[in-house]
Nanobody, 125 residues
């Protein structure tokens, strides 16, 4: 069992930046690919970014490519997403998730075994 706790959300103006963190319990963090997803009110949960177990491979949704950067520190059991040039349409609850089966993770939510509780990101125009 892995417990994931997100932090770093908040209110920011359009064009601003935030860095979200997700810290995992346990000593097996490096055996999980990690993903970030988001869900806006009235919308389906959508993929944001994924990072492989070692951190050597990443992938992004087209909507955030070039603006968001996912990274991880396996020594700290933490995955991050640096969000720059934020837009009002980035407003959502952001979730981190752990995938124990795939080396590189996946872009679909059903691939993930564990989820955090989410952190709210609000971007004002």
């Amino acid at each position: 069992q892995v417990q994931l706790v997100e932090s770093g959300g908040g209110l920011v103006q359009a064009g601003g930046s935030l860095r979200l963190s997700c810290t995992a319990s346990g000593r097996t963090f490096s055996t999980y690919a990690m993903g970030w997803f988001r869900q806006a009110p009235g919308k389906e949960r959508e993929f944001v970014a994924v990072i492989s177990r070692s951190g050597g491979r990443t992938d992004y949704a087209d909507s955030v490519k070039g603006r968001f950067t996912i990274s991880r520190d396996n020594a700290k059991n933490t995955v991050y997403v640096q969000m720059n040039s934020l837009k009002p349409e980035d407003t959502a609850v952001y979730y981190c998730a752990a995938d124990r089966q795939r080396l590189y993770g996946a872009s679909y939510s059903s691939a993930y075994d564990y989820w955090g509780q989410g952190t709210q990101v609000t971007v004002s125009s």
